[in-house]
């Protein structure tokens, strides 16, 4: 089975290509730095751990200790996991006095995660 499917993803050795204009295709191609941004902002939501935390952020804002109650986890652990969303501009925070707030960075945010996940059970 697994080489009629790589069979079938292959072009035929006789195949000579599309009629396509490829350099104008390659023109508009997405840049390596932008690739790079975009594959390392996916590497975020491959976590389900990332993937709670930001369901959980899209009902309120909540502190880290809130955080580590709805995910039965340690607050290092939980930090370490805001901080690389909060590096990618996924989550922010905010400060007051002792305590620090998470929140989605932008409504952008909650749309491609809803919209991910509306898709993963639409099939």
């Known amino acids: 089975m697994i080489q009629s499917i790589n069979k079938a993803e292959n072009c035929d050795t006789n195949c000579s290509g599309t009629t396509l204009d490829l350099d104008a295709v390659k023109a508009e191609l997405i840049d390596d730095q932008a690739a790079n ?3 390392d902002w996916f590497k ?3 976590d389900p751990t990332r993937v709670k935390i930001i369901s959980a952020l899209l009902k309120r804002e909540l502190c880290v200790h809130d955080l580590t109650v709805l995910l039965e986890m340690g607050q290092s652990a939980v ?3 805001l901080r690389y969303l909060r590096n990618l501009r996924i989550v922010k925070r905010r400060k007051t006095g002792k305590t620090v707030y998470y929140s989605l960075d932008d ?3 909650e749309q491609i995660f809803l919209q991910t996940l509306q898709h993963t059970n639409h099939g």
């Open 79 to 81: 930090s370490h996991q």
């Open 107 to 109: 409504a952008h945010i």
């Open 44 to 46: 975020a939501f491959s």
């Open 37 to 39: 941004q975009l594959a």
